[in-house]
Structure formats: structure tokens, C-alpha cells
């Protein structure tokens, strides 16, 4: 019999999705939710549902990875893999894309710093203008991290399908929903309140909404909460540390009656 060569074996192998996941830092359910968005499917699915990949698929996903680390979206890097000849199209609508947000930085970091130096002098600010350069997206790897890549990919695709317009309007409700929990926080209402159990409430849906419909459960939120504390950006939104924790015993409270 004739003995296989290595690469004959290799081209014959196929890796667990657990191994897979732990290999390249993807959590196993992005890698089902590349599934489901054609990305990346698996070479075989045995009959308990577990999924297999083989040297073509990991051979796939090595370029996926390649080109998430360029940034690119997921639709792009769909469309990239699937027609060879748009590569450059993509490439250069890439670039496009991250020149147009770093002009967007540009102008955060213009409005950000005229918003410290107004502070630093004692100036009255309206609460519009000290949440002029908030910017969620700066928080992309606490999701990644915390909730996995499809936490951030779903809440990132849900704006990129958004016009100009919806966009505006999405960051203005933004604003109110954060808005309205810190003036509660600043103003000393009780955090078992109705009043400050409505805006949670109110919270709880905007988050589900940006996170492209997928309601968090008790443990995602309050760790959701967690991180407005412990992380110094998150708490200055709010108007610092105190008005964080604030917010954070809201959170629970709304938490125990509605999520249990």
C-alpha cells in the first residue's frame, strides 16, 4: 500500500471548531455566525451538530483573519474572498472608509479639546456640548472582548446599513438615552426610583437595538455595568466614577426585576 504523503494527510485532516476557536482566538460562536452570513462554512457537520473544518476552510479563514486585520467589514471581506478581480475595489473603498474616519477623528479630537479647555476654565457647558465627542466605536475591543467579535461585528454592520440621515439620528438618541442617565445620576434620584428604572428601561432597549436586536440577559448586562465603573472613558460619559456607580446600582436593581 502506498504510504500518503504529508501534504496528502494534511489535505485529508479536519479540525474540531473548539480547536479551531482556540487556535485563532475567534469564539466559536463568530465562527458559527460566519456560517450563517455564507463567510466561512464548515467542511462537514456530524449528526450532534458539531462542525469540522478542513485545509480549504482553515486556508479561507486565514485570509478572513488577514483581512480583518486591515479592518476591513465583513461584507467586504465577503466580497473580496468571492471575486478575485474586486479585490482592488475593496481595497480602495477600504481606504476611502478610513480616511473619511480619520477626518472624523480629526474633528473629535478638535471638538474634544475645545470641550477640556472650556472645563478647565469654568465654563457653563450644555450637556449637548460635553458629549460632542463621544464616540462608541472607541470601545470595540472591551466588546470584542467581553461578548465576542459577533457582539461588535452585528452592532457594526447595523450602522454601516444605515444612511447618513438614520446615522445623525442614532447618535442624537445615543446622546439622550446616556444624557438623561447622567443628569438622574448628577440630580440625586434614587436609583430604585421609577423615575431612574424608566431610563434603565430605556437603556436596556437602546443597548438590544445596538447590538442588532440581540436582548442582553442578566450577566451580559451587568457586565455591561461593570465596565461603565471600572473604565475611566465609560465613567467620564457619565460624569465620573460616582455617577457611574450610580447608574451601575440602577442597572441591577432593573436587573432583579426583569431579568431574572
Given at each position: 500500500?502506498k ?8 489535505a485529508?485532516q479536519e479540525?474540531p471548531?473548539k480547536?479551531v476557536a ?11 455566525h ?6 466561512l ?5 456530524a ?6 473544518y478542513?485545509?480549504a ?9 488577514s483581512?480583518r486585520?486591515?479592518?476591513?467589514p ?22 476611502a ?17 475645545q470641550?477640556l ?9 450644555s ?14 475591543t ?49 436609583p ?9 428601561g ?13 436582548r442582553?440577559?442578566k450577566n ?38 426583569n431579568?431574572r
Amino acid at each position: 500500500m502506498k504510504k500518503k504523503t504529508r501534504q496528502e494527510g494534511l489535505a485529508m485532516q479536519e479540525w474540531p471548531i473548539k480547536d479551531v476557536a482556540r487556535a485563532t482566538g475567534l469564539t466559536s460562536r463568530t465562527l458559527r455566525h460566519y456560517e450563517q452570513i455564507g463567510l466561512l462554512r464548515p467542511s462537514r457537520v456530524a449528526s450532534n451538530g458539531y462542525r469540522f473544518y478542513g485545509q480549504a476552510e482553515m486556508s479561507r479563514l486565514y485570509r478572513i483573519l488577514s483581512l480583518r486585520a486591515l479592518e476591513l467589514p465583513l461584507a467586504a471581506i465577503h466580497l473580496a474572498l468571492d471575486d478575485e478581480t474586486s479585490l482592488v475595489e475593496t481595497i480602495e473603498s477600504h481606504l476611502a472608509f478610513l480616511e473619511e474616519r480619520r477626518d472624523r477623528t480629526n474633528q473629535q479630537i478638535t471638538v474634544v479639546s475645545q470641550t477640556l479647555e472650556a472645563v478647565q476654565k469654568g465654563q457653563d457647558m450644555s450637556i449637548d456640548e460635553i458629549f460632542a465627542g463621544f464616540d462608541p466605536s472607541q470601545y470595540e475591543t472591551e466588546v470584542r472582548e467581553r461578548w465576542g467579535d459577533d457582539a461588535w461585528e452585528r452592532s457594526a454592520e447595523r450602522r454601516e446599513q444605515m444612511t447618513d440621515v438614520e446615522r445623525r439620528a442614532d447618535d442624537e438618541r445615543s446622546l439622550d438615552v446616556n444624557a438623561a442617565l447622567r443628569e438622574a445620576a448628577e440630580s440625586g434620584v434614587d436609583p430604585t426610583s421609577a423615575a431612574f428604572q424608566d431610563l434603565i428601561g430605556k437603556h436596556h432597549a437602546w443597548v438590544t437595538e445596538h447590538w442588532n436586536g440581540r436582548r442582553p440577559d442578566k450577566n451580559s448586562y451587568s457586565g455591561l455595568s461593570d465596565l461603565y465603573v471600572t473604565d475611566p472613558r465609560f465613567a467620564a460619559t457619565y460624569g465620573g466614577q460616582a455617577n457611574a456607580e450610580t447608574i451601575r446600582a440602577a442597572i441591577h436593581v432593573w436587573i432583579d426585576t426583569n431579568l431574572r
